[in-house]
């Protein structure tokens, strides 16, 4: 997580909402990190677990990511649980929950509907604290 933390800090630095992500191999190799990217690339897709699955599927020449995990510093929206979904994305591991905008345990638990094709192992709350008080800053520093 700390390496999450590293590229939500990243994010924040240019202005992106500061959230962070990794993608881990079995083995404890790091084959992917990346942070929000939505307003650099002006793409609302750009998240830090698409660009992280994404860059890992391309590292691994795969669309499957079975024995990996993903490691992101807030707990993942609706489109970034599918894609985790999708992936097959072994476990997640996020920081602390996002009742407005989180999708694995507030909104539509995506993990938990009869269409998702697959469920990853769920581990929240690691990093909370560090993550919270990054967002919570950036938000209050917008305001």
Known sequence: MGLALVEAEAARDL?????GAVVVSAGGEVLARAGNRTLALADPTAHAEMLAIRAACASLRSERLPTCDLYVT???????????????IR??????????????????????????HHAPEVY?????AQSASLLKAFFAARR
Do not use: N, W
């Open 91 to 116: 476990r997640l591991y996020f920081g602390p929950s996002d009742p407005k905008g989180g999708a694995v345990e507030h909104g539509p638990r995506f993990f938990t509907q009869a269409t998702c």
């Open 15 to 19: 202005g992106e909402v500061p959230i």
């Open 74 to 88: 807030l707990e993942p929206c609706a489109m970034c649980a599918a894609a985790i979904s999708f992936a097959r």
């Open 124 to 128: 929240g709350g690691i990093g909370e």
